[in-house]
C-alpha cells in the first residue's frame, strides 16, 4: 500500500459488476457527465449511461478494471480495454477517474502504473486512449506519463485528443 496523505491507497483488480467498480464508475460518470453538462448529473442519467455503454469486456481475457480506495472510501478507477489495432493487440485505458478529495496527490499516476505494468505482463507493446479538449488536467497527465497526440483512431463525439504510449 502507498501513502496518500497519511491514509492508506489500495488499487485493486475488481470485476466490473462488483459494488465497489459501480460505486467508483457512478462517480466517474458523475464527475465526467457534470463536467461536459456543466450541471450535476441526475441518478436516473447515469443509469441510463451504466445501460448504455456496458464495461463487461473490462475483465479478462478482453479487459482489466482497478478500484482505487483509500482507507475504504472509493478515490478512483481505471480501465484496461484489448483491442485489435492493425493485427496488434493495444490496450486502451478508459474510465480513468480520481475523486476530487484526492486529486493532485498522485493516484492518477498509481493508476497509470499499474495498467503499464499489467499490458507489458501480457505482452502488449503500445497504450492508447481519447480524451476530451475540456479535460486538460488529464491531458497534463497523460502527457507527464509518456503519451503523445495522434491522428483519431476513433470517432467518438465525445473525444477531442487521441493519445498513445509505446511500453517497448
Given at each position: ?49 451504466l445501460t448504455e455503454d456496458p464495461d463487461e469486456d473490462l475483465q479478462p ?108
Amino acid at each position: 500500500m502507498t501513502a496518500v496523505s497519511g491514509t492508506r491507497l489500495a488499487v485493486t483488480v475488481v470485476p466490473p459488476a462488483h459494488p465497489r467498480a459501480r460505486e467508483a464508475l457512478r462517480a466517474y460518470y458523475h464527475d465526467i457527465g457534470g463536467r461536459y453538462f456543466d450541471r450535476p448529473m441526475t441518478e436516473a442519467e447515469v443509469d441510463t449511461i451504466l445501460t448504455e455503454d456496458p464495461d463487461e469486456d473490462l475483465q479478462p481475457p478482453t479487459g482489466w478494471f482497478w478500484v482505487a480506495t483509500v482507507d475504504t472510501t472509493v478515490a478512483g478507477c481505471i480501465g484496461l480495454r484489448y483491442v485489435t489495432e492493425d493485427g496488434h493487440r493495444v490496450g486502451e485505458l478508459t474510465r480513468v477517474y480520481v475523486s476530487d478529495k484526492v486529486r493532485r496527490q498522485g493516484l492518477g499516476a498509481r493508476l497509470i502504473t499499474v495498467v503499464e505494468q499489467q499490458a507489458r505482463t501480457e505482452g502488449v507493446t503500445s497504450l492508447r486512449l481519447d480524451v476530451r479538449t475540456d479535460l486538460v488536467e488529464a491531458r497534463a497527465l497523460y502527457t507527464r506519463h509518456g503519451f503523445h497526440e495522434v491522428p483519431a483512431f476513433n470517432d467518438s463525439p465525445y473525444a477531442g485528443h487521441w493519445l498513445r504510449k509505446s511500453l517497448q
